[in-house]
């Protein structure tokens, strides 16, 4: 489930967020953060047994909103068209050797794989309350998805 990626584990192959391969468009989720909050950046976790591999990410977006309603529609395949959802950036997960993907491990990836690979927000990033990931590629370039773990920090708006 969902919770697994702030349940505060890591690098545990099995305690991850998993949306299965075989999906016919590419996996998107919505996080209700509980808060408005001004993010200034992320740590994303990789399942640490197929690191830099499988359906780990490899390029992606987050989008935000503070609009309840439109958070909550997740069957809308056309939610990127509303003005409500507004895309806060573009990620991509690099490996340290630059090795392509289905290579060997080096033991920098493996240390950064396992401390978690760091992004940050553009500063012209509105605060929201809801985000979502969307998935553009994995390192196998499958259309499914998994997340061992997230952490988000910021300044919470009041």
């Given amino acids: 489930g969902m919770e697994r990626m702030w349940d505060g584990i890591t690098n545990v192959d099995n305690n991850i967020y998993y949306i299965q391969n075989g999906n016919e468009i590419l ?4 996080i209700d953060m509980g808060v408005k909050a001004k993010l200034s950046r992320f740590r994303m976790w990789q399942r640490v047994d197929y690191m830099f591999a499988l359906h780990n990410p490899k390029l992606f977006e987050w ?3 503070n609009d309840a309603t439109v958070a909550a529609d997740a069957e809308n395949l056309s939610w990127e068209n ?6 806060i950036m573009d990620g991509e997960s690099n490996k340290p050797s630059g090795l392509p993907a289905g290579a060997p491990l080096t033991q920098e ?8 690979e760091e992004f940050e927000f553009p500063l012209d990033a509105p605060p929201v309350r809801y985000l979502r990931f969307k998935l553009r590629s994995t390192w196998s ?3 499914g998805v998994h997340i061992g773990e997230l952490t988000f920090w910021g300044q919470i708006e009041k």
């Fill in 27 to 30: 996996p998107y989720f919505t």
């Fill in 141 to 143: 370039g499958s259309p």
């Fill in 63 to 65: 989008y935000g909103t």
């Fill in 82 to 87: 509303n003005p409500a959802w507004i895309k």
């Fill in 109 to 116: 990836d493996a240390l950064y794989g396992r401390a978690g």
